[in-house]
Each structure stands twice: as C-alpha cells, then as structure tokens.
Nanobody
Framework: QVQLVESGGGLVQAGGSLRLSCAASGISGSIDYMAWYRQAAGKQRELVAGITSINSTNYADSVKGRFAISRDNAKNTVYLQMNSLKPEDTGVYYC?????????RGQGTQVTVSS
C-alpha cells in the first residue's frame, strides 16, 4: 500500500521560510513525477511545483524565484523549500506522486503565513 507522509508545515510570518517534506513508502522503482499542490480556503487546488525523474522542474508563476522543489530518489522523498513567504501562500499543501500513470496524494500539511 502506497503512503505519502508530509511534514514541515506550520505558522510563519511573512518573509519567513519553511521546508516541506513528503516521503513515499510502498513504491518500488523510479517515480515519474513528484509534485506539490496547495488549496487555499474557498479556492481550487493548484499546482505549486513539480519535478520529473530527470529533475526537470516546473513552477506556478506565483512562486517562481521563491520556492524550490527537489527530490531524493534513494529516499523516495520530495521537498519544497519555500522562501519569502506571503500571506497568499497560506493553504493546505499536498504532495503527489505519479508512477506508470498511477497517482497518489498525501493527506496535506497546513501552511499559514501571517502578515
């Protein structure tokens, strides 16, 4: 059974930093795509950042230059370094992994940025 466990969320002041981690267990072999999504209250879920198995990355325009996604294939873990956080970054952050067109998503971790 595949499980994704996120950690690193919390409360931070605007301008601060957080680092999210997501460890995937129950998966063998290479993971094609790992990503972070977020959902703010009353809004649709949106893609924040993604990274392929060859470390090609993509970011939402709103986080470019502030966030960095990375992965550790040996640990099946994806990270999201978030700097210069803004109140509009507040939301529940979910990690997602895709392998052979199958997708799994974590339970989410709350990030709250105070002004």
């Amino acid at each position: 059974q595949v499980q994704l466990v996120e950690s690193g969320g919390g409360l931070v002041q605007a301008g601060g930093s957080l680092r999210l981690s997501c460890a995937a267990s129950g998966i063998s072999g290479s993971i094609d795509y790992m990503a972070w999504y977020r959902q703010a209250a009353g809004k649709q879920r949106e893609l924040v950042a993604g990274i392929t198995s060859i470390n090609s990355t993509n970011y939402a325009d709103s986080v470019k230059g502030r966030f960095a996604i990375s992965r550790d294939n040996a640990k099946n873990t994806v990270y999201l370094q978030m700097n210069s956080l803004k109140p509009e970054d507040t939301g529940v952050y979910y990690c997602s992994v895709t392998q052979n067109r199958r997708n799994w998503r974590g339970q989410g971790t709350q990030v709250t940025v105070s002004s």
